[in-house]
């Protein structure tokens, strides 16, 4: 008979996800989730994020929106990154002025 493994308290809390839009060198913006954004910032600025960040450096973080799962992130993320330039400024803008 296995011993059930114990619960640590602080695995039972679910950790946030967040979508989080970037300005690139080039003025683009860019759309990633990713549930640590400061660690996932500094690996975009080092060259070692996405394909497309690595040569667009350095990258300024503009905006963070938090979600309770990955699944609700990820699927944000794939909407906003459809959408045009002019409507991800809008979500930056708004985020900015709550």
């Not at 619960?7 to 640590?36: F, H, Q, R």
């Not at 690595?54 to 609700?72: E, Q």
Request: proline residues 5%; hydrophobic residues 35%.
């Amino acid at each position: 008979m296995k011993k059930s493994k114990k619960e640590k308290p602080e695995e039972s809390i679910a950790k946030p996800w967040y979508v989080y839009m970037l300005e690139c060198s080039d003025g683009s913006i860019y759309t990633g989730i990713s549930n640590d954004v400061e660690a996932r910032l500094a690996r975009h600025n080092a060259g070692k994020g996405a394909k497309y960040t690595s040569g667009r450096r350095p990258v300024v973080l503009k905006a963070v929106w938090s979600f309770p799962d990955k699944a609700l992130a990820s699927q944000t993320e794939y909407a906003w990154k459809q959408l045009p330039r002019d409507k991800k400024l809008q979500l930056i803008s708004e985020c900015l002025s709550l």
